[in-house]
């Protein structure tokens, strides 16, 4: 079995793969400051919780876009595993041709995702990523990253306006009964839910525009996906877990090259 693990600002998301299936996943809180014993033993209880022995993960990828903990979940991995995980960065054989003028600037994430979405889906394509920032990453009909747009993600916006006022609150990320609020809770989910729903609809719509790509497949990954979603007309396929396919398929790429051609939307 294959561990994938996505280690973002916010959350490392685990999977195990059973050959092409996703068999399990997780979601940890993201801790620069926890050591690899606390990692492993978290992981080594949690994998049985879904029916995974330890002994069965033989091998382990990860994309990491927290330098302090690559190490931390390397080492991990041969302390748990007996495994030598495959770090994707410089020199990974992805599939994807980065045309972003310093192709060292885009994160490992953002090329795990584009690799996923073409292998699965095809080109052109858009990815919208509901993470610690929202992301958007486009990738043209030959499976090339073209580039994107960042912005706050909705838990860092929302927590950012609790901060600084004194009389808002912290509130469920969910859509509120209508676009106008009759009490602050409401006002506030209306804000957040309906404003990144058009955000998302807005610049998804220029990025067609510029990439001459109107029937461009939209896809929505990240823990707020779904949310948004909903509400947003410009989303065709949400995918949770669709970084971690990405780390199925770029693992399977150079582990074994000559047997993992998969045409354009084929398959995970």
Not at 2 to 27: H, K, M, Q, Y
Not at 62 to 86: D, H, K, N, Y
Not at 125 to 151: E, K, P, Q, R
Not at 215 to 227: C, E, K
Request: with cysteine.
């Amino acid at each position: 079995m294959l561990l994938t693990l996505d280690i973002g600002n916010t959350n490392v998301t685990a999977g195990v793969f059973d050959g092409e299936s996703l068999a399990a996943s997780w979601r940890l809180a993201t801790d620069a400051h926890r050591l690899t014993d606390e990692y492993a033993l978290q992981l080594r209880d949690l994998l049985p919780m879904k029916g995974v022995r330890v002994e069965d993960v033989r091998e382990v990828a990860i994309c990491s876009v927290v330098p302090q903990l690559t190490s931390v979940f390397g080492e991990v991995a041969r302390v748990l595993f007996g495994a030598e995980a495959l770090v994707v960065g410089t020199g990974t054989r992805t599939g994807v041709r980065i045309l972003y003028d310093n192709p060292r600037d885009v994160g490992a994430d953002r090329i795990v995702d584009a690799a996923a979405t073409y292998h699965l889906y095809g080109g052109p394509a858009i990815v919208v990523d509901f993470g610690t920032a929202t992301v958007f990453d486009a990738i043209s009909a030959d499976g090339s990253y073209l580039g994107g747009s960042i912005v706050a993600g909705l838990n860092i916006a929302a927590e950012a306006l609790y901060q600084q006022t004194s009389q808002l609150r912290r509130i469920e990320m969910v859509a509120p009964p209508a676009a106008i609020g009759k009490n602050t809770v409401h006002a506030m989910q209306s804000g957040f839910v309906f404003g990144y729903a058009g955000l998302v609809d807005t610049i998804v719509g220029r990025f067609k525009g510029e990439m001459e790509a109107p029937n461009a497949t939209v896809v929505a990954t990240g823990g707020l996906a779904q949310v948004i979603a909903n509400e947003a007309s410009a989303i065709d396929v949400v995918n949770p877990e669709l970084t971690l396919h990405g780390l199925r398929h770029i693992f399977a790429l150079n582990a074994e090259p000559a047997t993992v051609a998969a045409e354009p939307g084929g398959a995970a």
